[in-house]
């Protein structure tokens, strides 16, 4: 605790120990899964996965991506939290130590699994890990709470391991990436290097979104770079640290987008998202576009709107700009009467309406979302973001961001981590509850809540 008040990390990871993790494979996919230590000296996850061309399990992938656009990450130890992200009784240690009663354990290998080609071995990892880590926890039941992670590779298989996760292993959520990768139409035969996202949001993943609202489990979007994930700007540059400063955000921001546009927050109105590892900074700005782009292009989109042909044509004749502008008037004159009698002589295709009017089933402001609850994100105690997020979004920006020491990773801030958030600036007692734990049970719901409540007590 931290003068009296509770505080729940709402992101940190497990560094799974592969010496452990590899018993909890099915022994036919052992084989598939091995680690190397590339030219640099560098350890790499590299998975035998299914060749697109070929349909046989022979394509060598690399994990984290050692080069090129997109590069993942290489020397990623954190000097402290690196061995306590591998073992739980030093983990505790440090939460003593820095007064965080609780942690959310993400996995760190997951992040590569999001991206697995073969269904069949996608599966046998996600089981995997979520057994390893509901072992791995056990014993720190009521300190240490594992997330349940989620493949997206075998939609069937997902919906049964929502419900093997919450119902009989006890997750208080799931991990689910912010989009999954898909061939290119221009570059099908370049894929899995080039790649488009299938978003989050898309239809096919709707029953593992509704089983997380059936058994009322948040869900954490999580990913990376470096893992193949399609990533925006990261895309495009090829060092580390580049990949790294939009990775996370740029994964994030296009899967909050899509979610909002595609109307899923409507057909689940339960639903509660984390967008994690990636900051706050910028949600205001990007609220913003959500509005202003409801507001200007679907609430009151006119696409009829058009200049007047007599007013057109006198200000063409009006005009006077250097020498040109006296020039052939009338041949000018001529070809603008005729973009108009062309435009009205062309006959509207099929799909016009579908064209002109985008996302027109979002029949309210997006803020309302946020409002309501349903989109949380994350903030680590070196961001100074949450000191602005309610001047920014009004009173709903107390009540979105979920304090994260981001645990285990090369970039987590462990000592004084508590400290920092307290000390940004002087927040009101119950404002500094919210970000030090409120926001995190009210994302996680029940279940985390309960739990919590049994600790304090």
């Not at 979007?221 to 580390?240: K, N, R």
């Not at 108009?340 to 803020?367: C, G, I, K, Q």
Request: contains cysteine.
């Amino acid at each position: 605790m931290y003068d009296g008040l509770l505080v729940v990390d709402a992101d940190a990871h497990k560094m799974e120990n592969p010496v452990v993790f590899f018993d909890y494979l099915e022994t036919p996919y052992r084989a598939r899964l091995s680690s190397r230590t590339d030219r640099h000296g560098q350890p790499r996850l590299v998975i035998r996965d299914l060749d697109p061309r070929t349909g046989r399990p022979e394509l060598e992938r690399v994990f984290p991506q050692p080069e090129g656009p997109g590069k993942g990450a290489f020397a990623a130890i954190h000097p402290e939290t690196a061995i306590g992200g591998v073992f739980n009784r030093i983990r505790v240690e440090h939460m003593d130590r820095e007064g965080i009663d609780a942690q959310v354990l993400y996995g760190s290998m997951t992040l590569s699994f999001e991206t697995i080609l073969d269904p069949e071995l996608a599966v046998a990892c996600m089981r995997a890990y979520n057994r390893y880590i509901a072992d791995d926890c056990r014993a720190w039941r009521g300190r240490l709470f594992p997330v349940g992670f989620i493949s997206l590779a075998d939609v069937g298989e997902a919906v049964t391991e929502v419900r093997r996760c919450v119902e009989e292993l006890g997750m208080i959520g799931l991990h689910l990436p912010p989009s999954v990768p898909v061939p290119h139409p221009a570059a099908p035969e370049a894929f899995p290097r080039i790649r488009l996202p299938k978003h989050l949001c898309h239809p096919d993943f709707h029953p593992v979104l509704a089983a997380a609202v059936e058994l009322d489990a948040a869900v954490g979007v999580h990913g990376s770079p470096g893992v193949y994930l399609p990533s925006g700007i990261a895309e495009q540059v090829d060092t580390f640290i580049l990949s790294h400063i939009f990775g996370h955000r740029n994964q994030m921001q296009m899967a909050l987008a899509t979610c909002v546009f595609e109307g899923l927050f409507d057909r689940f109105p339960t639903l509660r998202l984390g967008f994690l590892e990636a900051g706050c900074g910028w949600l205001p700005d990007l609220v913003h576009a959500f509005h202003e782009h409801w507001e200007k292009r679907i609430r009151d989109f006119d696409p009829t709107i058009s200049i007047r042909r007599g007013r057109f044509a006198g200000e063409l004749l009006r005009e006077r700009v250097g020498a040109d502008g006296k020039r052939h008037p009338l041949r000018k004159l001529r070809q603008a009467l005729q973009l108009y009698r062309r435009a009205s002589r062309d006959r509207r295709a099929d799909d016009t309406d579908a064209f002109l009017y985008e996302h027109r089933a979002l029949d309210h402001d997006p803020v309302d979302f946020f409002r309501r609850g349903q989109v949380f994100v994350s903030f680590e105690s070196d961001d100074p973001a949450p000191a602005y997020l309610r001047e920014a979004l009004g009173a709903w920006g107390e009540d979105v961001a979920c304090f994260s020491a981001d645990y285990g990773h090369w970039d987590g801030v462990l000592t004084d981590c508590v400290r920092n958030v307290a000390s940004a600036r002087p927040y009101a007692r119950e404002h500094l509850q919210k970000l030090l734990a409120g926001n995190c049970l009210r994302f996680y719901g029940r279940r985390l809540e309960a739990a919590v409540e049994r600790l304090a007590a």
